[in-house]
């Protein structure tokens, strides 16, 4: 029978602490003493007590800040020695970080008594470096800090994509994979061993294709993912929760494992890395260990140590030196941030601390949360954003895996000491983030795997003390990851109670919303809900389902989990111009309790979501580009030393565009204005080569490819550089159209087989398509705190690009501009020869009073940092609040609008001339560096108004180049030719407008014109001149700017 004993652990871990404290009794039993003089351990010398990371430890993020705690004060002018390595690979200084190469990087450490701490913004992913600390640190007298041996080596996490290398397995439960090696005759010894409670945590050397990890029960042996028991020569699926995240995958199964039982992990080739790279497939073997060998359950409940808004808080780390039960976080994108932990209850099953020899395993269940102050966002942290999170849920999502074990640091035969060897824990565990602000929650809520906590812990007058440390990589707004460093604390408790989740979730938004139309086909779908669904026995078409709503049968898909959203990742594509529904079932959260339905949830309250997809229609026009940061969208012609050129078949008047730059750190990313063939979006191996190269060169010669990741999609390509860009180097991107109309080998293609129109300013119609390379030079600089934001216009009407409104399209309001016809008398000026003008709703249609041309595209952005308001707001008629703009620089991308009708006459020799159903064709919208200067805009507070507000002046050229203007005169020899100056017009629009966030999630950047906009047409023959005034009058030009959805791949 199973005993449960809920006050054991306190007294246990206390008098089992207390007897490591005399060498050699290290078991539970051990904790009493016996006749005889009382036992007087040895003095210890003083040394390191811990790091933060752990020797060894694997997925460091590059934003971790660094501790090394010892058992004295330290010198900070002996961690400021300078640092070196010799030939020989020898060392000097106290205090050195070391990376590839034996390349000293660079850091600043600062010491605060028995505490020195780091923050680098030098390290590169998926590298290994090592810190060397030397006794002198502390005086001398060491006996565990080594001058020519590593105190700790560290692998960092990679992020991005890895072209060209196949996915490795790094960890499995934060160990070397050797451990648990099927086929090596000796595999190393593991730091702790694998319990029968344990979650499996994989690894991986890069990010995953997450919809190729699942597990096939059709086919266990060729399943991409399978976890099995083995007996003899018969394997069984073990159930259990599967969940991934980037290049970690977690498998919590369902009931504890067997213990002594073997159980075999097998990776197939069927998962692949974001390239398409298979995983080599490879097998592992886990013996679980007995948790319960003592035949009872021992628990110990933990209250977190003077939580906010108790009295002491915030007590000091004994480790760190910082405050307990706080986490601050910084980004450039929001500032720095506080947020502190609520008093919160934990509970914990102890292994048998007889049965380990000291060591004691736990485990704290899935479900448990973290309570934790809420955030008020502002951007740059200067200009409020009106987004607030509320107060933040950390739910533990899988299996929370513990130990408390000797000090790493001294042998281990050392005794217990609290200032010289206190003991070590280590945790390792997945966290949701939700909040509860549904919109807070929609930019908040993300998934954070595998974290590995370590920290120590004491006895204090009877009660166990805990302290770890992490820094934790949280994504912001979709558009930043910024570092989390957090020190929790608890304490053993006898009196608190976990509290019981019994609040059912629901669901909050969707995307795509419900009844929304133009999906793009290959875009993930998301379900956010109000807290973490357990996606434990959900499968696809089971408690979620996703129908063809127009041909009927169910979409094969793959479920995926991030934070509290829910990603469906269809097999393949899903099929344009239908409609489909997402059906939800009984699912539920952590707790048990199932999603409820009513009015004011994203699905109405009837539990489904209908949605169609975009249905561009064919085209034989050719695809343009709407923007390449960091670059011109489009061919150049007339660069030097100071300008990199202007768009070929522009004027040879126009302004040029600057020099460009890319921090060293950023990436190459493309859009294109209709959906592209995707299998013709290459990457060049060698110099010359590739429908897309990007290449590194020097003295303005290819000297070889940039090693990278290529992603693409339907409309869009980014590429990412596998070491990023090396400061003051020079690079050339090419993308290469092909030199006819027809789609070849090595060129880029739409799908409709259509080669890329490089130079859409000497003409946009079928049979433009092919041209000159667009090519862009671009120097690399130092990486800075500027974020990069991707903007593009949506809804747009324009679906298949080809300049007009056509097949099932619909006029998008969104984002146009409404052109009327304005006297010119009123200005004092003649019409000339023109004695009528009007606008028309189609060829040889009726007549309307304002013709609205739709626009299409898109405007990245690169967000600065706050700085003292300098601007005059006065064009933008707004009174400024707060202390700070901040400003954001608009690249030269290219704005792409719908054609418009005129119907207009002209008076000629005395008879009147129509001039009937003429149209615009294409307007293009090119942003032009007015002055030499890049375009700058603003986020400001304005006063009396909830959003900031994003602020510009928009220099533009104006172009229609397929507007042609023919007139039958038969006194002048019958057709003749007019020419029309929508060529290279300039144009300006001062714009404003509110930043604020859509229930998704994504950012919104809303745009009006504060004033007219005028547009004289100048037109001219051999009949004489004559002129037509248009305007977009104030207000009359919406633009609406949307980021990329916060989940899945896009």
């Known amino acids: 029978m199973v005993k449960e004993f809920p006050f054991m652990m306190q007294y246990s871990t206390s008098k089992l602490l207390a007897g490591w404290a005399m060498a050699g009794l290290f078991a539970l039993t051990g904790c009493g003493g016996g006749s005889g003089d009382p036992y007087v351990p040895p003095a210890l010398a003083d040394g390191v007590i811990f790091t933060y990371p752990i020797d060894g430890q694997t997925d460091v993020h590059l934003g ?55 923050e680098t913004d030098q390290l590169q992913q998926g590298t290994r470096y090592e810190l060397y600390v030397t006794g002198a640190v502390i005086g001398g007298g060491s006996t565990n800090l080594s001058s020519s041996e590593p105190l700790v080596t560290f692998l960092t996490s990679q992020t991005d994509p890895v072209i060209n290398v196949a996915p490795t397995v790094t960890a499995i439960n934060g160990e070397d994979p050797d451990v648990y090696s099927a086929v090596l005759p000796s595999p190393p010894t593991p730091r ?60 919590d199964p369902d009931e504890d494992l067997t213990p002594g039982a073997t159980y075999r992990l097998r990776l197939n080739a069927g998962i692949t890395d974001l390239n398409g790279e298979s995983v080599n497939p490879v097998e592992y073997e886990l013996v679980p260990v007995d948790s319960n060998s003592c035949g009872c359950v021992i628990t110990q409940r933990f209250n977190t140590t003077a939580a906010f808004g108790e009295a002491g808080f915030p007590q000091t780390s004994r480790i760190t030196g910082r405050p307990l039960n706080a986490i601050d976080l910084y980004s450039p994108l929001i500032g720095s941030n506080d947020i502190n932990l609520r008093d919160t209850t934990l509970e914990a099953r102890l292994a048998d601390p007889s049965a380990f020899g000291g060591l004691i395993p736990f485990v704290i269940r899935k479900g448990a ?61 997945d966290l949701a983030l939700t909040s509860s602000d549904p919109n807070g929650n929609a930019v908040l809520n993300q998934t954070i795997p595998h974290i590995q906590a370590t920290g120590t812990a004491r006895i204090s007058d009877g009660t166990l003390y805990i302290e770890s440390v992490r820094t934790l990589e949280m994504d912001l707004l979709g558009l930043d990851r910024a570092p989390a460093h957090m020190v929790l604390g608890i304490q053993s408790d006898l009196v608190s109670l976990p509290a019981e989740d019994t609040t059912p979730p629901t669901i909050t938004a969707s995307y795509p919303a419900a009844n929304s139309t133009d999906f793009p086909v ?60 997402i059906t939800l079932g009984a699912l539920q959260d952590l707790a048990g309790n199932t999603l409820s339905l009513d009015a004011a949830d994203a699905t109405g309250g009837s539990g489904v979501i209908t949605f169609t997809t975009e249905n561009p229609v064919a085209t034989t026009v050719g695809p343009l580009v709407t923007s390449l940061y960091n670059g011109a969208a489009c061919n150049l012609t007339g660069a030097d030393a100071n300008f990199a050129g202007r768009c070929v078949g522009g004027a040879g008047t126009d302004e040029r565009y600057l020099p460009f730059t890319i921090p060293t750190d950023g990436r190459i990313e493309v859009f294109f204005n209709q959906p592209m063939n995707q299998s013709t979006l290459t990457l060049g191996s060698s110099c010359g080569s590739g ?90 600089v130092a990486a800075n705190n500027d974020v990069y934001l991707p903007l593009r216009l949506e809804p747009f009407a324009d679906q298949n690009g080809n300049g007009f409104v056509d097949g099932s399209e619909t006029g998008r309001s969104e984002n146009s501009a409404g052109v009327v016809i304005v006297p010119l008398d009123s200005d004092g000026l003649s019409n000339g020869i023109i004695t009528r003008a009007e606008f028309l709703d189609a060829p040889g249609g009726s007549v309307i009073p304002q013709a609205n041309i739709y626009f299409s595209g898109a405007l990245p952005v690169t967000v600065g940092e706050p700085e003292p308001i300098t601007i005059d707001p006065g064009p933008w008629g707004m009174t400024l609040a707060g202390t700070s703009q901040i400003p954001v620089q608009v690249h030269p991308g290219i704005l792409y609008g719908t054609s418009i009708t005129m119907d207009s006459s002209a008076r000629v020799l005395g008879i009147t001339i129509p001039i009937a159903d003429v149209e615009t064709g294409l307007s293009i919208l090119r942003l032009r560096e007015s002055g030499g200067e890049p375009v700058i805009g603003y986020i400001v507070e304005e006063e009396g108004v909830d959003q900031p507000q994003f602020i510009a002046q928009l220099d533009l050229y104006m ?69 037509i005034k248009m305007a977009i009058g104030a207000n009359a030009m919406q633009l609406r700017l949307i980021g990329n959805p916060l989940k899945g791949r896009k």
């Open 959 to 1027: 172009d229609a180049p397929d507007m042609q203007i023919e007139v039958d005169i038969p006194l002048l020899g019958g057709l003749i030719a007019v020419n029309h100056n929508l060529h290279s017009l300039p144009l300006t629009a001062i714009v404003k407008g509110p930043v604020t966030f859509l229930d998704d999630g994504r950012i919104l950047i809303e745009q009006l014109n504060l004033e007219d906009i005028e547009l004289v047409i100048n037109v001219s023959s051999i009949a004489g001149n004559g002129a």
């Open 522 to 581: 290959r875009d993930e779908l998301s379900l956010i809900f109000n807290e973490p669904i357990n996606n434990r026995g959900v499968e696809p078409q089971d408690e979620i389902v996703l129908t063809n709503v127009t041909d009927g049968g169910q979409v094969a898909f793959q479920l995926a989990w991030d934070g509290s959203t829910v990603l469906l990742e269809p097999n393949v594509p899903l099929l344009k111009g239908k409609q489909y529904q």
């Open 64 to 118: 971790t800040r660094f501790y090394v705690t010892f058992s004295k004060n330290a010198s900070q002018s002996a961690v400021d020695a300078a640092c070196s390595v010799d030939g020989l690979g020898n060392v000097s200084g106290n205090f050195c970080l070391i990376g590839p190469g034996n390349s000293v990087v660079s850091i600043a450490p600062s010491v605060s008594g028995r505490v020195v701490q780091f």
């Open 192 to 251: 702790y061993p694998m319990m029968d409670f344990s979650t499996i945590r994989v690894e991986f050397s890069e990010p995953l294709d997450e919809k190729t990890v699942r597990i096939d029960s059709t086919d266990v042996a060729n399943s991409p993912f399978a976890f099995v028991s083995v007996d003899g020569v018969t394997e069984t699926l073990v159930p259990g929760s599967l969940m991934v995240r980037k290049q970690h995958i977690s498998f």
């Open 691 to 780: 429908a897309i190269r990007i290449e590194e060169l020097s003295g303005g010669s290819c000297v070889g490819v940039v090693d990278g990741s290529l992603i693409t999609d339907t409309r869009s390509i980014k590429f990412t550089p596998t070491n990023g860009w090396t400061e003051g180097t020079q690079y050339r991107v090419t993308l290469v159209p092909g030199g006819n109309t027809s789609c070849g080998a090595g060129e880029i293609c739409s799908d409709n087989g259509i080669p890329l129109n490089p130079d859409p300013l000497n003409g946009a119609q079928a049979g433009d398509a092919g041209g000159g390379n667009i090519v862009n030079t671009f120097t690399a």
């Open 369 to 429: 949360y973290l309570d934790i102050t809420g955030l008020d966002l502002a951007l740059g942290g200067e200009v409020p954003a009106n987004l607030q999170t509320g107060d933040i849920t950390a739910s533990f999502i899988t299996d929370v895996t513990g130990y408390m074990d000797r000090n790493p640091y001294r042998p281990y035969s050392t005794q217990v000491d609290d200032d010289k060897s206190p003991v070590f824990v280590y945790l390792i565990f």
